[in-house]
């Protein structure tokens, strides 16, 4: 039995996209999960597959209806300038001012890479994705642990 998609990519593909999206969000929500952070697992991945899913749609959109291909009105690029916006405000939601200190801005900061990872995955940049989440764990785990071992932590007054 086939399935039959109203969109330019087969299912394969579409399963690929946004699979590969889930699976970097919650690796990198992973991180922030064990280091009991906010916005961990499920929102890294939830901001991972609604970015990817919008871009996938965007584009099938304006690859599948003729009357939009060409046309200066039809972006799929909005689409994603949406995404983006999107995306700051929830990293904005998560960032915490008090007593003088700013908190937070690392977990903003995970929020806002997993929907370009997910930006990527639902363009088909599947490499640059990956190299993007390989960058983005080193940056969360590694410097994590230089950080503890050579810089002292602030003492609190």
């Not at 990519?9 to 906010?38: F, H, Q, S, W």
Request: charged content about 15%.
């Amino acid at each position: 039995m086939e399935i039959e998609l109203a969109t330019n990519a087969d299912l394969y593909e579409i399963v690929t996209r946004l699979g590969l999206a889930v699976l970097l969000g919650m690796l990198l929500g992973l991180d922030r999960e064990l280091n009991r952070k906010p916005a961990g697992l499920r929102t890294s991945m939830l901001v991972s597959l609604g970015a990817a899913l919008t871009t996938l749609v965007a584009f099938e959109l304006y690859y599948s209806v003729d009357e939009l291909k060409g046309s200066s009105q039809a972006d799929p690029l909005r689409a994603i300038e949406g995404v983006v916006g999107a995306i700051g405000f929830l990293g904005a939601g998560v960032i915490i001012q008090g007593r003088g200190r700013v908190q937070h801005m690392t977990t903003a900061a995970n929020i806002w890479i997993c929907g370009t990872i997910g930006l990527a995955c639902g363009g088909g940049f599947y490499v640059v994705a990956i190299i993007a989440f390989i960058f983005a764990i080193v940056i969360l785990t590694v410097l994590r642990w230089v950080e503890h071992l050579f810089i002292q932590p602030k003492q609190k007054e």
